[in-house]
């Protein structure tokens, strides 16, 4: 069974769950999948629903949401209760969990952006600042 490194989008609406392996980098996941977050009672449970069809072994995994993360700790702010990198390593056997603000979590994905990935939105023109 190889290992895998699972990552997330933690969100009041939606919850996306990805599957990526040391060979295929972070611009290309394996399997990814969306889930309703109301559906669930917390994102153990959608971590659960995720894992119980898959062979996997969990590595690492890190999730970003919406929140202030504090001493691997956030109470979201689209989600009811607060989550810990410790209660969800227990649902990932143990494997070190990460929490990253999403703005956070997005920054640091900017470096592994290829030039196919960045999109001028307003090419704007050079002025001089006097």
Do not use: C
Not at 20 to 37: I, N, V
Not at 53 to 73: D, E, H, L, T
Request: glycine share 10%; aromatic share 6%; proline share 5%.
């Amino acid at each position: 069974m190889s290992d895998y490194v699972l990552a997330g989008d933690i969100g009041g609406t939606k919850t996306r769950l990805s599957l990526y392996d040391e060979a295929g980098g972070p611009s290309f996941p394996l399997e990814q999948e969306t889930f309703a977050s109301k559906d669930y009672g917390s994102l153990t449970e959608i971590i659960e629903a995720y894992l119980s069809q898959k062979a996997v072994n969990i590595r690492i995994a890190s999730f970003g949401v919406a929140g202030p993360v504090m001493n691997g700790q956030v109470s979201t702010t689209n989600l009811p209760g607060s989550l810990t990198e410790a209660s969800l390593g227990a649902v990932v056997d143990h494997a070190p969990v990460y929490l990253l603000n999403d703005l956070m979590a997005a920054a640091q994905a900017i470096p592994f952006l290829s030039e196919a990935d960045v999109q001028t939105i307003n090419a704007g023109r050079r002025s001089q600042i006097r």
